[in-house]
């Protein structure tokens, strides 16, 4: 089953080669039902091997290390070769996956999965890039910007002036590199996500976890004293009602950068699941005459991701830095707009 | 004529209109994942003290109504 399955992914990321060796899977299929629900979570989740493609019955696979840690037997590191199609290796076997033991205890994964993997390559890239960008600046200063450093000028200072200026106000600079790692982190990961073969990094939510919390921390690091004061004394609000207002307020603070996850483990999980889904549909009817309806909406969703990935990107970022500017305020527009009473002048544009 | 955004009118440029975009989207989702997330706590509650009414679902999923409803009014009455 799991073979099959392999030789169904291939041919459904390697779109332009598909109706080549349909024949041959369509055979193959012939004695189990394809399964578009499991082929699909199978594709968008992690696993501890990176499957490429298969051509053939040749299956081109990296298979990556695993790293397992249990109380009694210790710190096991093997290839996950080893567990291939279902097999035991010290005592270790996949189910769905996950990592378990065969007598049942407690296993810390700490392996090298695909996600883990495609994290390390995106670091290297955007390491690669930006030190050549920073050399750019370096060497010039701030004459013209030449090579690859001219096509990342723009999308700084657009995230300098129309991002962290605007949100933050005249504090920006000290919050930069945040905004602009998570800008390109986001951004990079989202496009390498869409490449035949890439891991769907952006699209785990364990990822976007951390993102969001690393987005909760600093808002909370840099709050002053004017964001407490609007959580627990919330300006014209009645005493009698504060019991009530703190809580939505303390809502508030969580809320935000858990929507922050959820927005972008959504959006590309179901940018992933629909360009897919139009991509089963050939498999689902067995019809050749399908595929160019299907291959033609899965394109189009496929290069409206690319449209996406930049989008998601920045609504982060913008979001990040709108929560970021809330903390650091001096003075809150919100507060006379409350009941405050004391008038004072109309909202600024900032 | 069918050109709405001059480029000298400030208020209408392309940089800002994504940013309303963002920004509103933005709104929209938190006002969803508050009034979810309060009644997912209310649910997990009333499962853990094994409730034989449902009142942390009630009660929460009320809270997280206002408080989505208070934070959208906050949000879009705050100029910016």
Same mark, same amino acid.
């Given at each position: 089953m799991k073979r099959l399955l392999f030789a169904l992914f291939c041919l459904l990321s390697l779109t332009a080669r598909a109706s080549e060796p349909v024949a041959t899977t369509a055979d193959a299929t012939e004695s189990e039902n394809f399964n578009p629900g499991e082929m699909i979570l199978h594709h968008i989740g992690d696993s501890h091997e990176w499957h490429w493609f298969t051509l053939g019955e040749t299956h081109y696979t990296t298979y990556l290390p695993v790293i397992a840690y249990r109380a009694g037997n210790g710190l096991s590191v093997f290839s996950s070769h080893e567990l291939a199609e279902g097999k035991v290796h010290e005592g270790l076997k996949l189910e769905h996956e996950h990592l378990v033991s065969e007598d049942g205890s407690k296993v810390y994964d700490f392996s090298i999965t695909k996600n883990v993997a495609s994290l390390m390559l995106s670091a290297l890239v955007l390491l690669v890039v930006f030190t050549a960008v920073a050399r750019g600046y370096a060497k010039r200063g701030t004459g013209a910007p030449r090579g690859i450093q001219s096509f990342f000028e723009p999308i700084i200072v657009f995230v300098r002036d129309e991002v962290a200026k605007k949100s933050? $106000?005249?504090?920006?600079e000290r919050y930069m590199p945040y905004l602009l790692t998570v800008f390109f982190f986001i951004w990079f990961n989202n496009l390498m996500g869409l490449m035949p073969g890439g891991a769907n990094l952006t699209g785990n939510i364990a990822v976007t976890m951390m993102l969001a919390l690393f987005t909760l921390l600093i808002t909370l690091f840099s709050s002053n004293k004017n964001y407490w004061a609007h959580i627990f004394?919330?300006? $014209?609000?009645?005493k009698l009602l504060l019991p009530i207002m703190i809580p939505v307020e303390l809502i508030g603070v969580f809320v935000k950068p858990f929507s922050l996850m959820v927005r972008l483990f959504a959006n590309i999980t179901a940018g992933h699941i629909v360009t897919l889904s139009f991509i089963s549909l050939i498999f689902i009817f067995r019809?050749? $005459?399908v595929a160019p309806v299907s291959l033609a909406f899965g394109l189009f969703i496929n290069v409206l991701e690319l449209l996406v990935a930049i989008l998601q990107a920045y609504i982060f970022t913008l979001l990040t830095a709108m929560y970021i500017g809330g903390a650091v305020e001096? *003075? *809150?527009?919100a507060d006379y707009q409350m009941g405050g009473g004391d008038g004072a002048t109309p909202a600024q544009v900032h | 004529m069918a050109s709405p955004a001059k480029p000298t009118d400030p208020n209408n440029n392309n940089p800002d209109r994504l940013r309303a975009v963002a920004r509103y989207s933005g709104i929209g989702v938190q006002m969803a994942a508050t009034i979810g997330l309060s009644t997912w706590a209310g649910y997990w509650l009333d499962k853990h003290f094994q409730t034989e009414t449902p009142w942390f679902t009630l009660g929460l999923m009320l809270l997280g109504l206002f408080a989505a409803l208070y934070n959208v009014i906050r949000a879009v009455s705050n100029g910016e």
């Amino acid at each position: 089953m799991k073979r099959l399955l392999f030789a169904l992914f291939c041919l459904l990321s390697l779109t332009a080669r598909a109706s080549e060796p349909v024949a041959t899977t369509a055979d193959a299929t012939e004695s189990e039902n394809f399964n578009p629900g499991e082929m699909i979570l199978h594709h968008i989740g992690d696993s501890h091997e990176w499957h490429w493609f298969t051509l053939g019955e040749t299956h081109y696979t990296t298979y990556l290390p695993v790293i397992a840690y249990r109380a009694g037997n210790g710190l096991s590191v093997f290839s996950s070769h080893e567990l291939a199609e279902g097999k035991v290796h010290e005592g270790l076997k996949l189910e769905h996956e996950h990592l378990v033991s065969e007598d049942g205890s407690k296993v810390y994964d700490f392996s090298i999965t695909k996600n883990v993997a495609s994290l390390m390559l995106s670091a290297l890239v955007l390491l690669v890039v930006f030190t050549a960008v920073a050399r750019g600046y370096a060497k010039r200063g701030t004459g013209a910007p030449r090579g690859i450093q001219s096509f990342f000028e723009p999308i700084i200072v657009f995230v300098r002036d129309e991002v962290a200026k605007k949100s933050i $106000g005249p504090k920006y600079e000290r919050y930069m590199p945040y905004l602009l790692t998570v800008f390109f982190f986001i951004w990079f990961n989202n496009l390498m996500g869409l490449m035949p073969g890439g891991a769907n990094l952006t699209g785990n939510i364990a990822v976007t976890m951390m993102l969001a919390l690393f987005t909760l921390l600093i808002t909370l690091f840099s709050s002053n004293k004017n964001y407490w004061a609007h959580i627990f004394a919330t300006p $014209g609000v009645p005493k009698l009602l504060l019991p009530i207002m703190i809580p939505v307020e303390l809502i508030g603070v969580f809320v935000k950068p858990f929507s922050l996850m959820v927005r972008l483990f959504a959006n590309i999980t179901a940018g992933h699941i629909v360009t897919l889904s139009f991509i089963s549909l050939i498999f689902i009817f067995r019809n050749l $005459g399908v595929a160019p309806v299907s291959l033609a909406f899965g394109l189009f969703i496929n290069v409206l991701e690319l449209l996406v990935a930049i989008l998601q990107a920045y609504i982060f970022t913008l979001l990040t830095a709108m929560y970021i500017g809330g903390a650091v305020e001096d *003075h *809150h527009d919100a507060d006379y707009q409350m009941g405050g009473g004391d008038g004072a002048t109309p909202a600024q544009v900032h | 004529m069918a050109s709405p955004a001059k480029p000298t009118d400030p208020n209408n440029n392309n940089p800002d209109r994504l940013r309303a975009v963002a920004r509103y989207s933005g709104i929209g989702v938190q006002m969803a994942a508050t009034i979810g997330l309060s009644t997912w706590a209310g649910y997990w509650l009333d499962k853990h003290f094994q409730t034989e009414t449902p009142w942390f679902t009630l009660g929460l999923m009320l809270l997280g109504l206002f408080a989505a409803l208070y934070n959208v009014i906050r949000a879009v009455s705050n100029g910016e």
